[in-house]
């Protein structure tokens, strides 16, 4: 093979906590390469704040986990799906204890925590930074791990498949398999190629399609993009959840205000203090996170307001510092004292619902290729997801992706050709990416955020429909960059959302359409085809 190829077991794609699960739970018997776009620990996982929601009490059950799960999915969900999560969300648990991670007790027991949605207290936590304290004890187990490979600054840029090469050499399409996968080592500005017979896409969601999110910057669609272009079904991908609480503050990027702040008694206010959840649902601050949003919504397009205020004040310094010090600190350091005065929030898209089509072993359409964590659709979330459930989410799945690999037989794949681009060159208007994006992001956001209509879904599918046209000219013309890669599957990922939007024709969990309000009687998911 060339040095600019490379060859293992598995491929894995994103560093959050379904692929470092996956790559540890992997690295015995394979060699294992994780590709990931930028540091190790800069994905989604590392900013959760709440916890990881498992059984843990005598007073819980797995019957009311389930339960919770179904209401908040508003019908969607698939039973096996959610049993099968919940029923090993314990396990999970224990797994990453023995990893080491060190979450709150008390009284020499876990603390459990609640959320909205949650019918008990049975989120596990490490205080108001769960996943940060996962991602490092994961990270540091990784790096220790000689099987592994880490590929950092590495970005996707498209999953190789037997349909691809056997176009390329105008034979008839072979079976769709995947083999590899062509990424941008940005240390060198080359395309390199890496084949394998398993691939596992493990890229989180596109919080970043909107304006306004609690994602960080790697939040870019990347795995539902090229798995849709490498012939994947997607399904559901009109559920994008908006948390209801990001902080409201020039100085603030992305600050999530956790959901434990309001399972720990916190209410949501008018400017005038006049609470106003009770007024939208029995449930009020503990309802899930669709109603939550759409409420503070309503109220601030009502009101011609910049935010609502979330209120923690009433309980004792000492138990805010205590149960949120990353939440109190931050907060402070922008002149608010938690203690004292209420919190400014404003809802912004935070997880997306939808996703690549994967079975319960994580298996796509494409044969060996893998979607685990957000960038998958497993039925687990339906119309809406219940809070703390996508961690576990990404352990549950991992641990049943690899299971899956190692009961397959052994294979060599073949070797593939290097990433061509003898007739590009590189961009002279590089600024127009820059441009594209943040119209983009604009318009997602005005046109196809928590409310919704027929009229601005279609002319968001009319800019989706100009912007595809100008980025596959670049893409087709030009040395690809990492902005432009991330821009071509964000408008592939809007396009998605968009026409998922549009085929759904009721109101139910995170999509809601002025045009139709009503509930259909037969819950359908929807899905589409390449």
């Not at 899956?404 to 002279?428: C, G, H, K, M, N």
């Not at 600024?431 to 002319?459: A, C, P």
Request: aromatic share 6%; with cysteine.
């Amino acid at each position: 093979m060339t040095p600019s190829s490379h060859h293992f077991d598995v491929l894995i794609v994103g560093s959050g906590l379904a692929g470092l699960s996956a790559a540890l739970l992997l690295a015995p018997h394979h060699r294992v390469a994780v590709i990931t776009k930028r540091a190790v620990q800069e994905g989604s996982s590392g900013w959760a704040q709440g916890g990881i929601a498992a059984v843990w009490s005598k007073d819980d059950s797995f019957d009311a986990h389930v339960d919770d799960t179904l209401v908040a999915g508003a019908g969607l969900c698939d039973l096996a799906a959610t049993r099968f999560v919940v029923e090993q969300a314990p396990q999970a648990i224990a797994w990453l204890q023995k990893m080491g991670v060190p979450f709150s007790e008390e009284d020499g027991h876990l603390h459990l925590t609640r959320e909205g949605g949650h019918s008990a207290r049975r989120i596990v936590h490490v205080t108001d930074a769960t996943g940060a304290a996962v991602q490092r004890t994961l990270i540091e187990k990784v790096r220790q791990t000689p099987s592994i490979t880490l590929f950092e600054h590495h970005t996707l840029v498209d999953l190789i498949t037997d349909a691809k090469l056997s176009a390329r050499k105008g034979k008839t399409p072979s079976p769709r398999r995947c083999l590899g996968l062509y990424a941008l080592d940005e240390a060198t500005d080359e395309v390199l190629t890496f084949s394998a017979p398993h691939t596992i896409l493990a890229t989180g969601g596109a919080g970043k399609v909107y304006l306004y999110t609690t994602n960080p910057d790697t939040a870019t669609g990347d795995g539902i993009a090229a798995a849709w272009r490498a012939g994947c079904r997607v399904q559901n991908m009109e559920f994008i959840q908006f948390h209801p609480t990001c902080l409201y503050h020039p100085h603030a990027k992305s600050f999530l205000i956790s959901e434990a702040v309001r399972g720990e008694g916190g209410r949501l206010l008018l400017p005038d203090g006049t609470r106003f959840m009770p007024q939208h649902d029995a449930r009020a601050e503990l309802a899930p996170r669709d109603v939550v949003a759409r409420a503070i919504d309503f109220e601030m397009k009502k009101g011609g307001l910049d935010c609502v205020y979330l209120d923690i004040s009433h309980q004792p310094l000492s138990f805010l510092q205590e149960h949120f010090p990353n939440i109190y600190a931050r907060c402070l350091e922008l002149g608010i004292d938690i203690s004292k005065q209420p919190i400014p929030v404003v809802p912004a898209a935070h997880y997306t619902c939808g996703g690549v089509m994967a079975d319960l072993a994580g298996r796509t359409d494409v044969n060996g290729l893998y979607a685990i964590g957000e960038t998958a659709c497993s039925g687990l979330h339906g119309a809406n997801r219940l809070a703390s459930n996508s961690l576990v989410e990404c352990m549950v799945f991992a641990q049943a992706t690899t299971q899956a690999i190692e009961r397959t037989a052994p294979t060599q794949p073949p070797v593939l050709p290097a990433w061509d681009e003898s007739r590009v060159s590189d961009a002279d208007e590089a600024v127009v990416i820059s441009h594209n994006w943040d119209e983009l992001r604009r318009f997602m956001w005005d046109y196809v955020g928590i409310v919704r209509t027929n009229k601005r879904l279609e002319r968001a599918a009319h800019r989706i429909a100009l912007l595809q046209g100008e980025i596959q000219e670049f893409y087709a013309h030009f040395h690809v960059t990492r902005d432009l890669l991330e821009l071509r599957n964000l408008v592939q990922v809007a396009d998605l959302i968009v026409r998922s939007a549009q085929a759904r024709h009721e109101s139910r969990g995170l999509h809601f359409s002025r045009d139709y309000p009503e509930l259909a009687p037969v819950a359908l998911p929807t899905i589409l085809e390449p």
